[in-house]
């Protein structure tokens, strides 16, 4: 596609519970970052990939987050034991190498 | 360790009156330095940036930003503002040291144009 696509674009789950929120970057942006951006509030980084280096994971508020990127493209962000303040929209963005990132649309989590 | 503070949380302009939304910025090593956009229930829109070259960049919407080396500053202005301006903004800057580097962003400084 054109942009960077995320899904699902809404999602509302119990607490407790595990969800997969799923990012297609842009083709052949080698760069791939999550963030996490609570009601109107700033950017949190959460984890950057580049490439084939190891992903820098320094923004992961607990380990029940984590974050995978299968062939250098598509990638996954898991939350497991869902919590309320895990509740946020999650965005996705992509570039290359160095350049500027291009964001998708988000993910609204809610848990209730 | 690198970071961004926008130091306003909310800015209001006059429509037709130039606008400034302020950022300043710690890195190592050369800044890359962005603005991006956001609308209500919108994505992150890329609005222009500064990698190498003159210090006054030009982007979307008429909008430029001057960037300041000894100041450490990157700060969004536009010469004449409209109420469709009225949106969330970020300044963001990553190391040019390393492409290992990851985009840090400011908190977000509420733009709002009265007419």
């Known amino acids: 596609g054109a942009g960077v696509s995320q899904s699902p674009s809404n999602k509302v789950t119990e607490k407790g519970k595990d969800v997969e929120l799923r990012c297609d970057p842009i083709?052949?942006?080698?760069?791939l970052y999550w963030y996490r951006q609570s009601l109107g509030q700033g950017l949190e980084f959460l984890i950057y990939?580049?490439?084939?280096?190891?992903?820098?994971k320094s923004g992961l508020p607990s380990d029940r987050f984590s974050a995978e990127r299968t062939g250098g493209s598509v990638s996954t962000l898991t939350i497991q034991r869902t919590q309320q303040e895990d509740s946020a929209v999650y965005l996705c963005?992509?570039?290359?190498?160095?350049?500027?990132?291009?964001f998708g649309q988000g993910t609204r989590l809610t848990v209730v | 360790a690198q970071s961004v503070a926008q130091p306003e949380d909310q800015v209001n302009v006059a429509e037709g009156n130039p606008l400034t939304v302020k950022c300043t910025y710690s890195?190592?090593?050369?800044?890359?330095l962005f603005w991006y956009v956001q609308y209500p229930n919108r994505g992150l829109q890329f609005l222009l940036k500064?990698?190498?070259?003159?210090?006054l960049v030009k982007g979307s919407y008429g909008f430029e930003a001057e960037f300041n080396k000894s100041q450490t500053s990157f700060h969004l202005k536009k010469p004449s503002a409209l109420v469709s301006d009225s949106a969330l903004y970020f300044c963001?800057?990553?190391?040019?040291?390393?492409?290992?580097?990851?985009?840090?962003f400011g908190s977000g400084t509420r733009l709002s144009i009265r007419p």
């Open positions: 890195v190592s090593g050369n800044p890359y």
């Open positions: 500064y990698i190498t070259g003159d210090n």
């Open positions: 963001a800057v990553r190391s040019g040291y390393s492409s290992a580097s990851k985009i840090i």
């Open positions: 083709s052949g942006h080698t760069a």
């Open positions: 990939f580049q490439g084939n280096s190891a992903p820098d």
């Open positions: 963005a992509s570039s290359l190498r160095i350049t500027e990132a291009f």
